[in-house]
């Protein structure tokens, strides 16, 4: 049997999507912190899902790496931007959808897509970390809030937060906690701050359904359902939103077997 | 999709221009700057202006144009931009001010610690808002600084005009007659007299220069392009800073005589072209070489820029009269004084004629005025030509508001796109 492999070394998490290529079905998954030393990272995936699989390295026969660190990953057979990858993977998963919001670890992009998956138009954020999954990550620290638990905490009846900079946002959620404002209306605040910001990004390429959020910050569903109401589309969200860039990644390596 | 080649990212994928007196000529001309103004003998008057001021009349005079704009390209080529940058950010000025600007100041303030010990000071300042708002208050902060004497020349904005179209006739009128005060400025304060007969001459000289310069533009419709961006962001110097001067005419001959031999023996200014893009504003001059490099690896190349053909005007110079007016009007008329509308004819003209794939748009933290409307105008080019583009962050010469990995992630996502389209 052979494989393809689509590997995704974001700047905070690492994924890998293992696909048999006569079926394009997905054999396996995993997920690693990206850490440091991204080459080992990526090395470690394959390690997870050799183990867990037990098929032979070598039955893999492309590799497509994506994601800020896919120039790291030596195995690779050829690298492809995230934005392409998130296009594929989200075609095969949705084909009726057009608009990918892709919300990560360092940026979000927008992202328009055809029925082929193809990539139309793009927007990304600029060199700021408001609306990403590392502004997430900084409130959730201040909070003492475990970063899976954040959308528990959120409450409609918000606290705004009207700093960008995730820095002064930080300073500003601790003089909310000083002032004595409710510490689930501050989540609910924070969550409306990214999906405000997301909103503003989407606009930048219009919004067409069907729309489908990734990215780890998707697993956040107070911020899904802010988003829904500001977009005035439902969104979509994957079963498994963080690994979409992986599987593209996978498919256009599936893809390329054929000519090789 | 970009195949995964590993190459050096120091080998040359594009090839090296022979002609080379332009570099001479801009190394000389700086030298000078520093040697001439201090023989008492000679007279020797310098004068700063700005990128679009009539520089002409000042040659005219026999003043020594310098561009502080230039030097701090230079500066920020040298990598010694955010130093000067700092020097003048922690003497009051804002970071969100443009970096030319404050690469320049800090070189005032701490001019022994700069790249050729700064520009030589002027005796006067010329500014000209034809590029942007900044120069008038940089220059402003100039003056009172040197306590020399500043003339700024005013050229209001053309609004809702094609391609072709003229200014109002009361803005024409506004302008001319500034041209006339521009030179009873010089008279006053370097007592140096400009006759006609001398204005025509330089007149003359610097058409000549912008024709030669012109057909070196429109050269690099040839597939494959004779130049690259890089070639023409270097070479654009002479026309920039010492137009109206005759050595600048040999200078373009040159080139002119390589980009043909180029053109006629198919030899490409990278050495495997596949992707044709446009780009539009001004260099990532910190980041020049390899950033063009590593796309020509790619076998991307730039047959087009908006910004060297900011200078690729010419006028009438068979009287003075007439020559005058259509002077001011040139003036007027610069790329970043027109409006919107006139940006997305332009760039879809050049898509066209160009025979492009894609355009980048840099979106520049440190030129307002050239990155403001982008998202507007990148929508408007690409529903009109079909083309699809791209808006990268940079800064000319700040480096620290440059990302090199989210650059390269929105370039090659371009770059996928055309490459789907193409298959």
Redesign the interface.
């Known amino acids: 049997m052979k494989y393809c492999l689509g590997v995704d070394i974001g700047s905070i998490s690492a994924k890998a999507v293992l696909m048999e290529v006569d079926s394009k079905k997905i054999s396996s998954w995993t997920v690693l912190p990206t850490g440091f030393d991204t080459k080992k990272t990526a090395n470690t995936l394959v390690e997870n899902l050799i183990e867990k699989t037990g098929i032979k390295i070598d039955d893999i026969v492309y590799t497509v790496s994506t994601g800020y660190s896919r120039k790291n990953v030596e195995f690779s057979t050829q690298q492809v931007t995230e934005l392409s990858c998130q296009a594929k993977g989200i075609n095969h998963l949705f084909p009726n959808a057009r608009t990918v919001i892709d919300i990560g670890g360092q940026d979000s992009k927008a992202i328009r897509i055809d029925e082929n998956g193809s990539l139309l138009d793009f927007e990304m954020n600029d060199k700021c970390s408001a609306g990403t999954g590392r502004f997430l990550e900084v409130m959730a620290r201040s909070l003492e809030i475990p970063l899976e638990m954040m959308a528990s905490h959120s409450s409609d009846d918000f606290v705004s937060i009207s700093s960008t900079c995730t820095v002064f946002a930080e300073s500003e959620v601790v003089s909310r906690i000083a002032q004595g404002a409710n510490r689930d209306s501050i989540v609910g605040g924070i969550h409306q701050s990214i999906a405000t910001k997301v909103k503003a990004l989407v606009d930048r390429i219009g919004v067409k359904p069907d729309v489908v959020i990734t990215g780890g910050v998707a697993k956040n569903q107070a911020v899904v359902d802010a988003l829904e109401e500001k977009l005035e589309y439902k969104p979509i969200v994957p079963d498994e939103p963080q690994i979409t860039g992986a599987l593209g990644a996978a498919i256009i390596a599936a893809g390329k077997i054929g000519n090789i | 999709?970009?195949?995964?080649i590993d190459r050096d990212p120091t080998e040359r994928a594009y090839n090296k221009l022979k002609s080379n007196s332009y570099k001479k000529y801009t190394i000389s001309y700086y030298r000078n700057s520093k040697i001439l103004p201090k023989i008492p003998l000679l007279n020797k008057k310098v004068a700063w202006v700005t990128s679009g001021a009539p520089v002409e009349i000042l040659v005219a005079a026999g003043i020594m144009p310098l561009y502080p704009e230039n030097y701090a390209a230079i500066v920020g080529g040298s990598k010694q931009s955010v130093d000067a940058c700092i020097i003048a950010e922690n003497d009051g000025y804002s970071n969100e001010l443009c970096s030319y600007a404050r690469c320049h100041l800090g070189t005032v303030i701490n001019p022994s610690g700069s790249l050729m010990g700064g520009l030589s000071k002027p005796d006067i300042i010329v500014s000209c808002n034809n590029i942007c708002g900044t120069v008038l208050k940089w220059f402003q902060s100039i003056s009172e600084y040197y306590d020399i004497p500043h003339f700024h020349f005013d050229t209001p904005p053309i609004v809702d005009t094609k391609l072709g179209k003229t200014q109002e006739n009361h803005v024409f009128h506004y302008v001319r007659d500034q041209l006339d005060d521009y030179i009873e400025f010089i008279k006053t304060h370097t007592g140096k007299r400009v006759t006609e007969k001398k204005i025509m001459k330089v007149l003359r000289l610097a058409n000549k220069a912008t024709l030669l310069w012109g057909e070196i533009l429109d050269s690099c419709k040839a597939t494959p392009t004779p130049l690259n961006c890089p070639d023409r962001f270097i070479t654009m110097a002479p026309i920039v800073a010492q137009r109206g001067m005759k050595k600048t005419i040999t200078v373009y001959e040159e080139l002119l005589e390589e980009v043909h031999q180029r053109v006629d023996s198919k030899t490409g200014a990278i050495k495997n072209e596949k992707i044709r893009l446009l780009w539009d504003n001004i260099a990532i001059w910190f980041y020049l070489y390899p950033f063009f490099n590593k796309l020509a690896q790619r076998g991307v190349v730039f047959p087009v820029d908006t910004y060297t053909h900011a200078w690729n005007m010419t006028g009438s110079v068979d009287n003075y009269e007439d020559a005058m007016n259509d002077y001011a009007k040139m003036y007027s008329h610069v790329y970043l004084n027109q409006d919107l509308s006139y940006r997305v004819e332009l760039i879809s003209k050049f898509i066209k004629e160009y025979e492009l794939d894609g355009f980048v748009l840099h979106?520049n933290k440190a030129c307002k005025r050239y990155s403001m409307g982008m998202?507007s105008y990148k929508k408007a080019i690409?529903e009109k030509t079909g083309v699809?583009g791209v808006?990268i962050?940079g800064d000319m010469v700040d480096s620290r508001?440059f990302?090199e990995?989210?650059t390269w992630?929105?370039i090659?996502?371009l770059i996928?796109?055309i490459e789907?389209r193409k298959s």
């Open positions: 999709m970009i195949e995964k979106s998202l690409t699809p808006i962050d508001n990302s990995e989210q992630t929105r090659e996502s996928e796109m789907a």
